[in-house]
């Protein structure tokens, strides 16, 4: 089925470990955004990428890396895990600007 | 810089009750405006949507009318089923360079049988 396909839904991390969450998607979209989610924090933008080879910082962005190789991938990288990274992520893709975003069903992070 | 604001929840009512979810922005020029809906241990969907002024946009018996005038987006239901009941984002697409969305901090919705 189309749509935005990540991988795992669930991780353990120790703290200090590095890890890469994946992201595709299917749909030939232009946009793609991560997404971190946290009880009574709603959604923060993390990193976004207007194209291939396009990224830039949202407006929590240390300690994560991107890249944009590819139309359809965006991982996103944990460079030394930390315990305040546990959370949930979402990676979304839109087809343009006035789009509504397509989510992935998330990853469930714990770093311990 | 741009932002939404959204009335706290939990909100919690009784089958077949009407919904009112309030909405507000602060952004420069004509945003996009998003409803999003997220069920437990799921990522989030695209509930509704309006790209313009007086624009209404619906879904599932779900509305929202772009109100430019009071940079309001409510989200409304005549009769709300517990099947409704979820976590309600309002979002907006910011038409600044940066291109972002926006959420806001979301409004958990209990629907009683």
């Known amino acids: 089925n189309a749509g935005v396909t990540q991988t795992p839904k669930f991780q353990v991390l120790k703290t200090g470990q590095s890890m890469t969450l994946q992201c595709a998607q299917d749909?030939?979209?232009?946009?793609m955004s991560w997404y971190r989610q946290d009880p009574g924090m709603g959604l923060r933008l993390i990193h976004y990428?207007?194209?291939?080879?396009?990224?830039d910082q949202g407006e929590v962005p240390n300690g994560y890396n991107v890249s944009r190789s590819t139309t359809e991938d965006f991982p996103l990288r944990l460079l030394s895990a930390a315990p305040s990274q546990t959370s949930v992520y979402f990676c979304?893709?839109?087809?343009?600007?006035?789009?509504?975003?397509?989510f992935g069903s998330g990853t469930r992070l714990t770093v311990v | 810089g741009d932002s939404v604001t959204q009335m706290e929840g939990p909100v919690t009512l009784s089958e077949e009750a009407f919904l009112t979810i309030n909405c507000t922005y602060t952004?420069?020029?004509?945003?996009?405006l998003f409803w999003y809906v997220q069920y437990p241990g799921e990522g989030l969907q695209l509930l509704l949507k309006?790209?313009?002024?007086?624009d209404k946009g619906s879904n599932k018996g779900f509305e929202a009318t772009y109100r430019k005038e009071t940079t309001s987006f409510h989200l409304e239901k005549g009769s709300v089923q517990v099947s409704d009941s979820a976590v309600y984002f309002c979002?907006?697409?910011?038409?600044?360079?940066?291109?972002?969305?926006?959420f806001g901090k979301g409004t958990r919705l209990h629907i009683l049988p």
């Open positions: 979002a907006l697409r910011s038409m600044n360079r940066d291109d972002k969305i926006i």
């Open positions: 979304a893709s839109s087809l343009y600007r006035g789009s509504g975003y397509t």
């Open positions: 749909m030939n979209h232009e946009y």
């Open positions: 309006a790209t313009k002024a007086d």
């Open positions: 952004a420069t020029g004509y945003p996009s």
């Open positions: 990428s207007v194209g291939a080879g396009i990224t």
